[in-house]
Structure formats: C-alpha cells, structure tokens
T-cell receptor
Framework: EAQVTQNPRYLITVTGKKLTVTCSQNMNHEYMSWYRQDPGLGLRQIYYSMNVEVTDKGDVPEGYKVSRKEKRNFPLILESPSPNQTSLYFC?????????????FGPGTRLTVT | QQQVKQSPQSLIVQKGGISIINCAYENTAFDYFPWYQQFPGKGPALLIAIRPDVSEKKEGRFTISFNKSAKQFSLHIMDSQPGDSATYFCAASIGSSNTGKLIFGQGTTLQVKP
C-alpha cells in the first residue's frame, strides 16, 4: 500500500529535550515536506527536500532541523523544543515532474512541549 | 505573509444544504488550485483541483468555481452530508515551477448537521 508513515503519532516532552519525528514514504517520491498545523493558521511549511541531500527552509523553519540521507526518509529534529512548538505535525511527499502539486500526507504527529 | 486567505473559519450546514468555502490569493503566478479534505485524526487528502484555464470543475457533489480576474476560488458542496464533516483547506501553487511547493489557506471546519 502506497503511504507516508510518521512516528510517533503522539509525543509529550519537556522543554529542551531533543526529539526526532520520523517520516517515511514508499512511493519513491522526490519531494518531501514537513508542515505544522495550528488552529486558524492552516498548514505552514517548515522544511522541504527536493531529493537526497537537498533540503531548504520553508515558511517557519526556526527551531527545526531536517536531513535527507535516503530518498524515502525525511526526519524532523527539534534539538531544543519549546512550548511554542506544541502543534500537529504532518509529513508529506509528492512526485516531481507532474506539475500538479498533489501531496500525500502522513497521519500526523501531535506534539506537546511542557 | 498569508498568500492564500480562506473563509469562513467554521461553517455549520444542515444535511442537504449547500456548503460554500471561499479563498482569495495574491500571487498571479499561481496556476494550480487544489482543495484538501481532512478528517479528524487523519492527514489531509486531495479532494479536487482546478487550473485557471477553466472557470469551473465538478466532481460529483463537489464543485470548484474560479474567478481569475478577482483572484478568488471557492468550493461548493451540494447536498451536504454528515460524512462531509471535516476540515477543508484550499491551496495554491506554481505548478509549472515543478517545485512541489503548496501554499495553504487557514482551513475551514465544516459541520453538517443531520
């Protein structure tokens, strides 16, 4: 089954404790992206990657890091989480070359930072 | 800056009624306008999309109306059903740029009452 998976689905942590949210897709998509979803703000892009070893900042990158060492994986790293990073996070992937922009989203990770 | 503005933030419709969600964009380079549907606990999924060379696209009970001169587009859900209760996001992209980047609106939470 074609899908984007994220782990963990729920995470409660404390300020300053480094964490990683994993994302994996089995569709051989080049483009992967991380979003955060907050009420009234919609989906805002954090980082994206157009292929292995190619990453770039989205609209709200502060406090986050990413890496793309393999085509299928795109982990999101919060090295020193703060309460304002409490949010619902989504990973997404899309094939480049379609010009259509359809993105396939993972199920989401709800993060709470206390 | 918010390049895609969506309204209303929430909407309550009776079963069988018409749900209308509106979006306005600023960047005239946008050439692909999808709508995503998100059920609670799930990631967004593509519902319907339109390109600016047509003024309307219909798929079943879902219709996108597009007004290029006003830089506005809207989603109409005819004969709304309780199963349509979800959050809806409009989005825009420059499809010809082949970057995969989508700009999302703020989202509309739709509740269809039986």
């Amino acid at each position: 089954e074609a899908q984007v998976t994220q782990n963990p689905r729920y995470l409660i942590t404390v300020t300053g404790k480094k964490l990683t949210v994993t994302c994996s897709q089995n569709m051989n998509h080049e483009y992967m992206s991380w979003y955060r979803q907050d009420p009234g703000l919609g989906l805002r892009q954090i980082y994206y990657s157009m292929n292995v070893e190619v990453t770039d900042k989205g609209d709200v990158p502060e406090g986050y890091k990413v890496s793309r060492k393999e085509k299928r994986n795109f982990p999101l790293i919060l090295e020193s989480p703060s309460p304002n990073q409490t949010s619902l996070y989504f990973c997404a992937s899309t094939p480049l070359g379609t010009g259509e922009g359809e993105q396939y989203f993972g199920p989401g990770t709800r993060l709470t930072v206390t | 800056q918010q390049q895609v503005k969506q309204s209303p933030q929430s909407l309550i419709v009776q079963k069988g009624g018409i749900s209308i969600i509106n979006c306005a964009y600023e960047n005239t380079a946008f050439d692909y306008f999808p709508w995503y549907q998100q059920f609670p606990g799930k990631g967004p999924a593509l519902l319907i999309a339109i390109r600016p060379d047509v003024s309307e696209k219909k798929e079943g009970r879902f219709t996108i109306s597009f007004n290029k001169s006003a830089k506005q587009f809207s989603l109409h859900i005819m004969d709304s059903q309780p199963g349509d209760s979800a959050t809806y996001f409009c989005a825009a992209s420059i499809g010809s740029s082949n970057t995969g980047k989508l700009i999302f609106g703020q989202g509309t939470t739709l509740q269809v009452k039986p």
